[in-house]
């Protein structure tokens, strides 16, 4: 089986944080897991902060003007980038190179751009593009058969993530809460 991906909508950093760590705890590699949002403060803020017991993925100034840590410091290839036309955020994981070639120019189309490459159909890809804009996270994990899509699904709901997408070569398949519909 192709490998696919599952993608949600977290609505804080804290929601965020406790779906990376459920999808470490359920065996998911951190090469896996991607997440991309706002940074809300400047780049020139960005430094590894050494206090803390993940210095090899902590980024201080982002987000809400904390220290990202925890779970999603656990991410690999956490880093800055700034999308022109977008503006600055920060990435972790695999959605790192499809976004990367947007922010260098190499891509038109912002971050729906590179959601497209990832997979996302173009009208999901410019929803989260909104979403994310607006302060939420992107949150993503690559599986590699039907058991790990079903669990990735399920850490998702049960966090409270909304707009859960699985995608792959040949389907794409939308799971939203009953008031995030209502909410549309």
Do not use: Q
Request: hydrophobic content about 40%; overall charge negative.
């Amino acid at each position: 089986m192709s490998k696919k991906s599952v993608f949600c909508i977290s609505k804080s950093l804290e929601e965020a944080n406790i779906i990376v760590e459920r999808l470490k705890e359920a065996n998911f590699s951190n090469n896996d897991i991607s997440a991309l949002f706002p940074d809300k403060s400047t780049t020139r803020d960005f430094a590894h902060e050494k206090s803390t017991k993940a210095p090899e993925g902590t980024v201080a100034g982002a987000g809400t003007g904390g220290i990202i840590g925890g779970a999603l410091g656990w991410l690999a290839g956490i880093g800055a980038l700034a999308i022109p036309g977008v503006g600055p955020f920060i990435a972790a994981g695999p959605i790192v190179a499809a976004v990367s070639g947007v922010a260098i120019g190499a891509t038109v189309g912002g971050i729906t751009g590179g959601l497209i490459g990832m997979g996302i159909p173009e009208i999901e890809a410019k929803r989260y593009e909104g979403k994310v804009k607006d302060g939420n996270i992107l949150i993503s994990v690559h599986t590699e058969n039907s058991e790990e899509i079903t669990r990735a699904k399920d850490i998702f709901t049960k966090a409270g993530a909304m707009d859960i997408c699985t995608t792959g070569e040949e389907t794409t398949t939308k799971y939203s809460k009953a008031h995030d519909r209502a909410a549309h």
